[in-house]
């Protein structure tokens, strides 16, 4: 077993002090830090983001797989990114394909050293749930271990988890069900996020789900916002920076 940092989701009535550090989590590949230095546009982007980072000036991580690596991409989120988030001293820590355990090896090594931001946020685990790969509960344990690692290393910075975003075939899915098909992956990351949503004590630590934003009145995702039913559009990233501006702007400690 691991033992890993996590915060404890604080109610109304709690008044205890809880140690965000102190919860256990199984061994296996969502929490096991593994490296993809030997793909070249990989190795090249985590090291552009270290020569970054040792500028200093860093006041916000965008921390993900590709969805959050399309905040950089021209047909997708770069124009949102511009308007919302450059102004902020941002880092857009995002690699396509990537898994929490990609993540966690890349804030091991080198990606959050020296600074000292005002706010990270998280949006990974999509991938993780690709087939068989890792059950809800695993994806959940990754997501709690990168946000340990964010707070060993970033005690000072607050962290917003963003639940993993829907996903999937239009006609099959309505909220991840249907009354006739049942999609598994979308099943499984919205128990992923339900399950990471307790390492979230309202302090320091915070979960967001805006899952809902994406969706039609039937609560069906659409390629008008996800082409692929995956990848936001341009349309996508703009829901996206609207539904979590006012949080950014009170975690971030900003003035409206």
């Given amino acids: 077993m691991l033992l890993l940092v996590a915060g404890i989701l604080f109610n109304n009535t709690c008044q205890a002090k809880v140690n965000p550090c102190d919860i256990k989590i199984g061994s296996h590949s969502a929490v096991t830090p593994v490296s993809k230095m030997n793909e070249e546009w990989w ?18 991580l965008l921390i993900g797989d590709s969805i959050t690596h399309g905040w950089d991409w021209d047909d997708s989120g770069q124009q949102v990114r511009r308007e919302y988030y450059d102004g902020r001293n941002v880092v857009n820590m995002g690699f396509s394909g990537d898994r929490t355990q990609h993540v966690l090896w890349r804030l091991q090594n080198g990606e959050i050293d020296g600074i000292n931001p005002k706010l990270a946020i998280i ?77 979230a004590d309202n302090k320091t630590i915070f979960y967001l789900d805006i899952n809902k934003k994406f969706l039609n009145d039937k609560g ?37």
């Fill in 43 to 60: 190795a090249q982007r985590h090291q552009e983001i270290i020569n970054r980072v040792k500028q200093g000036n860093v006041d916000l």
């Fill in 123 to 199: 949006m990974i685990g999509t991938n993780n749930s690709n087939g068989t790969d890792n059950t809800a509960e695993e994806i959940a344990d990754g997501i709690k271990a990168i946000v340990c690692e964010l707070k060993t290393k970033l005690p000072q910075t607050k962290i917003l988890v963003l639940a993993i975003f829907p996903r999937g075939d239009a006609n099959q899915m309505q909220d991840g069900k249907s009354n006739a098909v049942v999609n598994p992956q979308w099943e499984k990351n919205n128990l992923a996020s339900k399950l990471a949503s307790k390492v």
């Fill in 220 to 256: 069906v995702l659409t390629r008008e916002i996800f082409p692929d039913l995956l990848h936001p559009k341009k349309k996508g990233y703009q829901i996206w920076a609207q539904a979590i501006e006012s949080t950014i702007a009170k975690l971030m400690g900003e003035k409206k």
